[in-house]
């Protein structure tokens, strides 16, 4: 499976010279926690809630906000999500005038659509980013992919929505086991529906999981062919 069967293209970006209000509607709007900020269809950055509120509770330090303003322009959150008792104009004039350009991340990484899926998984939880911008070899924007697409396919992979049983088996890492495991279920007519397994960790043993048809089946057929199962 590969980055282009879960990303999503129709994405929205903001420009450099969008302002901190601007990308902070989207963020409510859209419940992003990221967005692509591009020019053209060229990605020059990224810019999070995170960042813009990190910087705005520094400006509040420098500022010890103290006199106010006259300019009235709105804010797009409450004074209760900032978690702070300050000034309402001042708030809104720090949004306005201050430019995504200014905080976004320039250093950023990115996924091709032709990498595999389980690529980006890794990316995400090495880097502990929970969206990917999608670029082509030119750096052109195509699109993103986030933790809530890597999880659908954790969801699909161990069919978690199919109807069956789970049973987990311990088996040697050892040549031609998955295919004894096979064998034996087919020979019962037990339909696997899905097959997952761990990379050895222990005295070159793994488990195999799976979701079967007919579940009481399989655990007397793998018992009787000799296998271990730990828990279903």
């Known amino acids: 499976m590969f980055v282009r069967s879960r990303m999503t293209e129709d994405i929205v970006t903001v420009k450099p010279d969008s302002s901190l209000y601007d990308a902070l509607v989207l963020f409510e709007n859209h419940h992003y926690e990221g967005l692509p900020v591009v020019e053209g269809t060229k990605l020059v950055g990224v810019i999070t809630e995170k960042i813009i509120m990190r910087e705005f509770v520094a400006f509040c330090a420098k500022q010890n906000i103290a006199a106010g303003t006259d300019v009235e322009l709105p804010i797009p959150f409450s004074e209760s999500k900032l978690d702070l008792d300050v000034n309402k104009r001042r708030i809104a004039q720090f ?30 939880l090495q880097r502990d980013v929970n969206v990917l911008p999608v670029v082509n070899e030119f750096g052109d924007l195509k699109g993103i992919i986030g933790r809530t697409d890597i999880l659908k396919v954790f969801d699909e992979v161990f069919g978690i929505k199919e109807e069956g049983e789970r049973i987990t088996i311990a088996i ?50 793998l018992r009787k062919a000799g296998f271990k199962i730990l828990f279903h």
Do not use: F, W
Not at 177 to 197: C, D, E, G, M, Y
């Open 172 to 221: 040697d890492d050892a040549v031609g086991k998955l295919a004894q495991i096979s064998t034996v279920l087919r020979n019962v007519k037990v339909n696997i529906i899905s097959i997952v397994t761990t990379q050895p960790r222990y005295r070159d043993v793994c488990l195999v999981i799976l979701r079967v048809d007919q579940g009481e089946k399989a655990r007397e057929a």
């Open 95 to 124: 949004l306005h005038y201050r430019k995504v350009s200014e905080l976004m991340a320039t250093q950023m990484v990115t996924v091709d659509k032709e990498d595999p899926i389980e690529l980006a998984a890794d990316l995400m």
